[in-house]
């Protein structure tokens, strides 16, 4: 009814259109130094940890502080990175995709204030608000998923195990000491939201026990045939039992077939997947989107189960900070984590990191696309 109250014009149909769907065009959105000179950026330099500045071939420069944040975030928390852009940025700033904030000034007598200002926000308990770091070889902000805040599924919680192990390794969130950046990523469950198929340090949260049946009140509360063809192995069928001398439609599961991923769950609430004892976390390392020295590579299983221990997950944090300190004592400049650990051999990467190696972590899944497909942009003579 938008463009109809504006005057809709039949033979011309766009003339005037005034419509709320989909995103204004991004370059609204763009700081006037940024407008100014997109296409002609000659250069960028990682100044200090958290510090970057971008060089124009026309002489123009824009100086970025880049903080970590949570990915979910207050109406409050939100409203300050609002005021701090407004007060040092001219009201511009932008969100990268592992959850940090940039500010953007276009001066570098803007960037010694604007950082402190943002290190000068704390929590009432203490932590940063807005800490400044993430860039370079250090470690990134967590990409990570919903946990038990906001989802069905989990086997574990992302806000707990996420900010106990930034925690652990914030001193390499806020320097540049390491061989290569190292990226650490967080999904709750194998549907995995997070980006843990690909990165340095993934932490998965696994169930171990398919999901339980509570029969009585299965056909009251779903539709079965939506549970069975949610299953992708095809581990569910449909089944009548008794109870009580009532005979009841419900489901089984093939258990040898289930792959515990929670979608029966997220068709019949009848079906909970959660479970105390089964639930935990898995590490998996060694993975990159990055095409630099070598292919892409998909994380590894290097650590099979570790029980939930909220609220501060000392097995997760304290396995975490190993393999951090193995890989910055032992690797090459520039080498990502994975490369690493085949320059020396997976062998000795479980002996560096103090990983008991299990017959879990053997990896003997290879199907045709894995020697056919094309996975790198690296030229082929």
């Known amino acids: 009814m938008a463009f ?56 123009d420069e824009v100086y970025t502080v880049r903080v970590g944040t949570c990915r979910l975030m207050s109406v409050t928390l939100l409203r300050e990175a609002m005021a701090i852009a407004d007060k040092h940025c001219d009201g511009y700033l932008r969100f990268t995709t592992r959850n940090n904030i940039e500010f953007m000034v276009d001066s570098k007598d803007k960037v010694e204030p604007l950082k402190n200002d943002l290190m000068s926000r704390k929590h009432a308990g203490g932590s940063y608000k807005f800490p400044v770091g993430g860039t370079g070889a250090g470690i990134t902000n967590c990409v990570h998923t919903q946990g038990w805040v906001h989802c069905h599924t989990p086997a574990t919680d992302a806000s707990g195990t996420v900010k106990a192990s930034m925690d652990a390794v914030f001193s390499d969130f806020q320097n540049m000491r390491l061989p290569a950046k190292l990226r650490l990523s967080m999904a709750c469950c194998l549907n995995m939201c997070g980006a843990v198929h690909c990165s340095d340090i993934a932490i998965l949260g696994y169930h171990r026990k398919p999901p339980m049946i509570d029969n009585e009140y299965l056909d009251k509360m779903c539709e079965i045939p939506l549970a069975v063809a949610a299953c992708p192995t095809a581990a569910i069928k449909p089944v009548k039992v008794e109870i009580d001398g009532k005979k009841l439609n419900t489901v089984s599961v093939n258990e040898n077939r289930c792959m515990y991923c929670g979608n029966c769950y997220t068709m019949c609430p009848s079906m909970p997947l959660a479970d105390t004892e089964g639930d935990g976390l898995v590490i998996m390392a060694g993975g990159k989107i990055s095409n630099r020295k070598c292919a892409p590579k998909f994380s590894k299983v290097v650590v099979a189960f570790i029980p939930n221990e909220p609220p501060r997950w000392p097995s997760l944090t304290a396995q975490i900070k190993k393999i951090v300190e193995a890989y910055a004592s032992d690797a090459r400049k520039y080498e990502r984590l994975g490369e690493w650990a085949e320059r020396i051999g997976w062998e000795r990467f479980f002996e560096k990191c103090e990983i008991e190696f299990t017959h879990h972590l053997i990896d003997d899944f290879r199907d045709a696309a894995y020697y056919t497909w094309r996975q790198t942009t690296n030229f082929k003579f």
């Open 4 to 59: 109809i109250s504006s005057g809709y014009n039949p033979d011309k149909p766009m003339e005037g259109r005034i419509t709320d769907i989909g995103p204004k065009k991004y370059d609204q959105f763009y700081p006037p130094v940024i407008a100014a000179n997109k296409g002609k950026w000659l250069y960028h330099e990682i100044l200090e940890p958290g510090v970057l500045v971008h060089v124009s071939e026309t002489g």
